[in-house]
């Protein structure tokens, strides 16, 4: 299944290292391509020999102890991976990387490289809720790192806890996973809109709603990671832009849909993440307005429904939209569905806990076609972008516009 993948594992210094030999063995059963790099201290735990039998390749220790004068060792092992994974990755790697210190093998490469990352956390449980290990750890998330959770259970510190490395087999069964998934969207267009938009009062002030555009980030970047040409027409938010995906910063509703009507007709997927204002001030004041006694009213008109507007036109795309509801989810879903002529409907109650817009995690039903109907569970964004990724290009075909 791994055939003709190159995957290269970090290893640094845990007590999970023999997990980690583990993780070489079942990877390369699977028929990958494997080549370690070992920090110092994960030297400690295991010899770089046990690494070098198992992956059948010589394992690098040392930026300067360069094996092949013809190419500098760092660059070269991180522009020949498809995947890097860091396993186990320990406190004092997360934080270098997210700090961008590259003092040694395995940092400079983590720090030269295009391919995806996944970090494999392993460490104490008190360790890993560290504030300061959860701040880096964030970071790393919003540079696109993907993090593969530690488990509950014993740890070798004699504490219970989160904190173990995941199991060598769950990790090779996600490397199988994304791969299969690399390619499900190879030559289709996916178009995501996210976040809020802002609709100007005067030049000093606006309207605008609380999206943070997370879910619509992690929408494009799971559609980016399975091949997809991925536009992103993004309202004002502060995030990292995915890998492979192109950003069209936009401002107002008007923006938004000028931006993807440009592309509507050479898309396969529109999935419309954002928050669009329904409504914006009738006349912008081109100086600032002054108070005055007594109240003040800003007299509203219509913005337009883009995704009705979308829906209209439809030719063969597939058309996804967003409900974020307070109040009776499943009718309003159903109601916006047939209303936009959307092909889905992906609705949340934002008053559930872990589930709002500024939340990390989400959870959601989606609404379909005649009757269709699918709960998912609560998960962070990244992981739900992915699943619900997987099962519309698994049920839908988008037809050539
Ligand atoms: N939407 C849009 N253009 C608008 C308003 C909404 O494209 N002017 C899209 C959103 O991007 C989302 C879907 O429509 O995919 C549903 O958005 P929501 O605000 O929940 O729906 P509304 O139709 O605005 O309904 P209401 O505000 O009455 O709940």
């Given at each position: 299944m791994l055939?003709?993948?190159?995957?290269?594992?970090?290893?640094?210094?845990?007590?999970?290292?023999?997990?980690?030999v583990?993780?070489?063995s079942?990877?390369s059963?699977?028929g990958a391509a494997?080549k370690?790099?070992?920090?110092?201290s994960a030297?400690q735990?295991?010899?770089?020999?046990t690494?070098?039998v198992?992956?059948?390749?010589?394992?690098?220790?040392?930026?300067?102890?360069?094996?092949?004068?013809s190419?500098?060792?760092h660059?070269?092992?991180?522009?020949?991976?498809?995947l890097?994974i860091?396993a186990p990755g320990?406190a004092?790697?997360i934080g270098?990387l997210?700090?961008?210190?590259?003092?040694?093998?395995?940092?400079t490469?983590?720090?030269?490289?295009?391919?995806?990352?996944w970090?494999?956390?392993?460490?104490?449980?008190h360790?890993?809720?560290?504030p300061a290990v959860?701040?880096?750890?964030?970071?790393?998330h919003e540079d696109?790192?993907?993090?593969?959770e530690?488990?509950?259970?014993?740890?070798?510190?004699?504490y219970?806890?989160?904190g173990?490395?995941e199991?060598?087999?769950k990790?090779?069964?996600?490397?199988?996973?994304?791969?299969?998934?690399e390619?499900?969207?190879?030559?289709k267009?996916?178009?995501?809109t996210a976040?809020?938009?802002?609709?100007?009062i005067?030049p000093?002030r606006?309207?605008t709603n609380?999206?943070s555009g997370k879910m619509?980030y992690a929408?494009a970047?799971?559609?980016a990671?399975?091949?997809?040409?991925t536009i992103?027409?993004?309202?004002?938010?502060?995030l990292p832009?995915?890998?492979?995906?192109?950003?069209?910063?936009v401002e107002?509703a008007?923006?938004?849909?000028?931006?993807?009507?440009a592309?509507?007709?050479?898309?396969?997927?529109?999935?419309?993440?954002?928050?669009?204002?329904?409504y914006?001030?009738?006349?912008?004041a081109?100086?600032?307005?002054?108070k005055?006694e007594?109240?003040?009213?800003?007299?509203?008109e219509?913005?337009?429904?883009?995704?009705q507007h979308?829906?209209q036109q439809?030719?063969?795309?597939?058309l996804i939209?967003?409900?974020a509801e307070?109040?009776d989810?499943?009718?309003?879903?159903?109601?916006?569905l047939?209303?936009k002529?959307?092909?889905y409907i992906?609705a949340n109650?934002v008053t559930e806990?872990q589930a709002?817009?500024?939340?990390d995690?989400?959870?959601?039903?989606v609404?379909?076609?005649?009757?269709?109907?699918q709960?998912?569970?609560?998960m962070?964004k990244?992981?739900?972008a992915r699943?619900?990724?997987e099962?519309?290009?698994?049920?839908?075909?988008?037809?050539?516009?």
């Amino acid at each position: 299944m791994l055939e003709n993948r190159k995957i290269l594992l970090c290893v640094s210094g845990g007590i999970a290292v023999y997990k980690a030999v583990a993780l070489v063995s079942k990877l390369s059963q699977a028929g990958a391509a494997v080549k370690v790099i070992m920090t110092e201290s994960a030297q400690q735990f295991v010899k770089p020999l046990t690494f070098q039998v198992m992956s059948r390749n010589d394992v690098y220790t040392d930026t300067f102890d360069e094996k092949d004068s013809s190419v500098i060792a760092h660059i070269d092992l991180a522009d020949w991976a498809d995947l890097i994974i860091v396993a186990p990755g320990t406190a004092n790697v997360i934080g270098k990387l997210a700090g961008g210190i590259g003092d040694d093998m395995v940092t400079t490469t983590l720090l030269a490289a295009t391919a995806p990352i996944w970090i494999a956390p392993a460490m104490n449980v008190h360790m890993y809720d560290h504030p300061a290990v959860k701040r880096n750890i964030q970071q790393l998330h919003e540079d696109g790192i993907r993090f593969i959770e530690p488990s509950e259970g014993f740890l070798a510190c004699g504490y219970v806890g989160k904190g173990r490395l995941e199991e060598p087999e769950k990790i090779t069964e996600l490397v199988k996973d994304y791969f299969s998934r690399e390619h499900k969207l190879a030559g289709k267009k996916v178009v995501v809109t996210a976040g809020p938009t802002r609709e100007r009062i005067d030049p000093v002030r606006f309207l605008t709603n609380f999206s943070s555009g997370k879910m619509g980030y992690a929408m494009a970047g799971a559609a980016a990671e399975m091949g997809a040409e991925t536009i992103l027409i993004s309202g004002p938010v502060s995030l990292p832009v995915p890998s492979g995906v192109t950003r069209i910063v936009v401002e107002s509703a008007e923006d938004m849909l000028q931006a993807v009507d440009a592309h509507y007709d050479t898309a396969n997927y529109v999935i419309k993440t954002a928050a669009v204002a329904d409504y914006r001030p009738k006349a912008v004041a081109d100086k600032k307005m002054k108070k005055q006694e007594g109240g003040s009213t800003i007299v509203l008109e219509r913005t337009v429904d883009i995704l009705q507007h979308l829906g209209q036109q439809k030719k063969g795309q597939v058309l996804i939209g967003f409900a974020a509801e307070t109040n009776d989810v499943g009718q309003y879903a159903k109601e916006k569905l047939e209303r936009k002529n959307a092909d889905y409907i992906i609705a949340n109650d934002v008053t559930e806990a872990q589930a709002g817009f500024e939340a990390d995690t989400n959870r959601v039903t989606v609404y379909g076609k005649n009757g269709f109907v699918q709960d998912f569970e609560l998960m962070s964004k990244q992981q739900l972008a992915r699943q619900l990724l997987e099962m519309i290009t698994d049920k839908e075909e988008p037809h050539d516009s």
